[in-house]
């Protein structure tokens, strides 16, 4: 039986129709040969972003280029008001709907894919066994204009450090940074547009078979609540494409407090 593979965009409060426009049009960037079978538009505001909205934004971007199929997921209003919540979701709809070997993306509404993105996940993948494939992260700060962050997802090859761009962390949180390798600039220097780390525990864009799902740790929180850690030994990595963040308030009914830590000052020096 041919594997299937999936795509589910989330969108929810606090991403705009600004994130979804960012997202969809880095789609339809991708410079890729194959398709994904189908996209779940999963969609847990549509009291303030329609799903008639974002279906008219898949036409705007030709996104049947890459997706053989574009549907609503099924969203349940009782569903918690989380990533935990929605990741669960997702979870439970995948494993009743696909097989073991069926793979699929979670990729949120502040995600922008830099330009081989896709072709990662459908032409250099292995065709069998369990994958989990999550590319670098690269956070735009909050004064980066949309225009810079389209240009930067045109880049080819992850760069983890340059003029514009400070590494912040590896994927074994090791010491070997920019915080010790380029200890003559801040990483708050007005310099520097972007932050750039590996992300392989905690949630960002994820590619991943179906039968790894149950193995991912999840909890209702405000904030958060999504794990990988108990993936780790199937992590495939790549040093070509990259995901980058597009700043967002965090502040809404679902979560009364602002981002906390240094991570907060970094995003808005």
Known sequence: MKMKKIVFYITHKTLELEHAELTFGSFERQNCDKS??????????????????????????????????????????????????????????SKNNFNSDDRILIVKSDSILSVNFFDDVLNKLPNTGPVYFVAPFICAKKRVPNEQIIEYSKRTSYIPSDDITFFVEDQNQSDDTDFKNRSEISVTSEKILFTSCYVIRDFSCHFLSVSLLDQIRISNQ????????????????????????????????????????????????
């Open 36 to 93: 994904f079978d189908t996209l779940y538009i999963y969609n847990s505001h549509e009291n303030e972003l329609p799903n008639e909205t974002l279906l008219q934004l898949a036409k705007k971007y030709n996104l049947k280029k890459f997706f053989n199929n574009i549907e609503i997921f099924p969203y349940d209003i009782l569903t918690h008001k989380s990533l935990g919540g929605d990741i669960n979701s997702i979870k439970e709809f």
């Open 222 to 269: 405000s904030w958060g609540g999504v794990w990988f850690s108990n993936l780790s030994p199937y992590f495939i990595p790549t040093n070509r494409s990259f995901v980058i963040h597009k700043y967002h308030d965090i502040v809404s009914e679902n979560r009364q407090t602002d981002r906390e830590g240094p991570v907060k000052d970094w995003l808005n020096s």
